[in-house]
C-alpha cells in the first residue's frame, strides 16, 4: 500500500499509481483508493496534507478511468458508494433557434454519487448542484445530511467541472441546454426508489423541481433558485408535495415574482410550502469557498432548517 500511497504532496486531487486511481480529501481527510475500478477501502490519517487551493478543476484525459469530484463518504461513516465510471457520451437533440432547428448536443454523465450513513438512511435525497458546479458548499451539503442520517446521492450534471464566475458558468450551461440539463437530471434519478427528496441549489432548483414533476417524490428544497413551472414546461406542482423555498433577501439573482408563482402552484396543488428569507446579499451563501457571499449563520440556520423538513417529510 505505500508504494500506491507515494508522492501524494503534489498538489492533484487525484492521481493514479501502477493502475491504482487515488482520490485525496485532506479537508474530510479522508483518502479513497479505487483498484481495477473496484472501491477497496477507505484509509484514514495519519497521511501527509494535500494543498489543492489552485485547483478547480480535473481534468481527465481520454479514456481515462474517474472518481467523482466528491469525497465518496465522511471519515466515521460506513463506506458505501458506487464507482463513478469514464464519462459517457449522449446526445440530446433540442431546437437551438427561434427557426427550430436541432442541433446535436453531446453531454458527459456521471453516475451520482452516493454518500450514506451507517445505518439504513432515514431518507434518500437528490442533491443538485447550483450553475458553478459541485462546488465547497455542495460537498458540505451532502455531509450534513449524511451526518443527519440521510442517503444523499449527488448528481454531478457537469462531469467534474467548477466554476468560478457565474458569466462563465451560465454560459456553459446555456451550451449544453436547459432541456438537455433536465433531461440528464431525470436520468441520474432513475434508480432512486419513489419517495426520495430533490434539492438543488441555484439552477439546481430547477432541477429538483423538474424531477419531482415527473418522478414520485416526498418533498422538494430550493436553495437560492425558484423557477415557475411554465419555464420547466410543466403545467402544476404534483399533488400534495411539500416544499421549502430560501433566498437572502438581497441576492441579485432573486425574482419575487417567480417565487410567489411557485409558491402559489405548490398551495393549489395542496401542498405546503415554507419561504425563508435570509439577511444579507449572498446568492451561495452556505459556500464557504465563496468569501464574498457566505454567511455562517444564515449556513446553521439553513440546514437546520432543511434537515427538520427532511426528516419530517421522509
Request: with cysteine; hydrophobic share 35%; proline share 8%.
Amino acid at each position: 500500500m505505500e508504494s500506491v500511497l507515494d508522492g501524494l504532496c503534489s498538489g492533484n486531487q487525484s492521481k493514479q499509481h501502477a493502475g491504482h486511481l487515488i482520490d485525496v480529501w485532506p479537508d474530510l481527510e479522508l483518502i479513497w483508493i479505487v483498484v481495477d475500478d473496484d472501491p477497496t477501502q477507505c484509509i484514514t490519517p495519519p497521511f501527509p496534507k494535500i494543498d489543492r487551493s489552485d485547483r478547480v478543476n480535473d481534468d481527465l484525459l481520454p479514456g481515462e478511468a474517474h472518481a467523482n469530484t466528491l469525497p465518496v463518504v465522511p471519515v466515521g461513516v460506513t463506506p458505501v458508494s458506487r464507482l463513478t465510471p469514464a464519462p459517457t457520451e449522449l446526445t440530446h437533440r433540442e431546437p437551438r433557434s427561434a427557426h427550430g432547428e436541432l442541433r446535436d448536443v453531446p453531454v458527459r454523465q456521471h453516475t451520482p454519487t452516493i454518500l450514506q450513513p451507517g445505518g439504513p438512511g432515514i431518507a434518500t435525497i437528490a442533491l443538485f448542484h447550483s450553475v458553478l458546479g459541485v462546488r465547497d458548499g455542495v460537498r458540505d451539503a451532502a455531509r450534513r445530511l449524511t451526518e443527519g442520517g440521510h442517503t444523499v446521492s449527488v448528481v454531478d450534471q457537469y462531469a467534474g467541472d467548477t466554476f468560478n464566475d457565474y458569466d462563465e458558468a451560465s454560459a456553459f450551461a446555456e451550451s449544453i441546454g436547459y432541456p438537455t440539463l433536465m433531461a440528464s437530471a431525470a436520468d441520474a434519478v432513475a434508480n432512486l426508489d419513489d419517495g426520495f427528496i430533490s434539492i438543488g441549489f441555484s439552477n439546481g432548483g430547477g432541477m429538483s423541481e423538474y424531477v419531482a414533476t415527473v418522478r414520485s417524490v416526498s418533498g422538494v428544497v430550493m436553495l437560492s433558485g425558484a423557477l415557475p413551472l411554465h419555464l420547466l414546461g410543466v403545467p402544476t406542482w404534483p399533488s400534495s408535495v411539500p416544499a421549502q423555498i430560501h433566498y437572502t433577501v438581497g441576492d441579485p439573482f432573486r425574482n419575487q415574482e417567480w417565487i410567489d408563482e411557485v409558491a402559489d402552484a405548490i398551495r393549489t396543488s395542496g401542498g405546503s410550502v415554507e419561504l425563508f428569507d435570509y439577511p444579507g446579499d449572498g446568492h451561495l451563501f452556505t459556500d464557504n469557498s465563496l468569501p464574498n457571499e457566505y454567511s455562517e449563520e444564515n449556513t446553521e440556520l439553513l440546514w437546520e432548517r432543511v434537515i427538520r423538513f427532511c426528516n419530517e417529510v421522509a
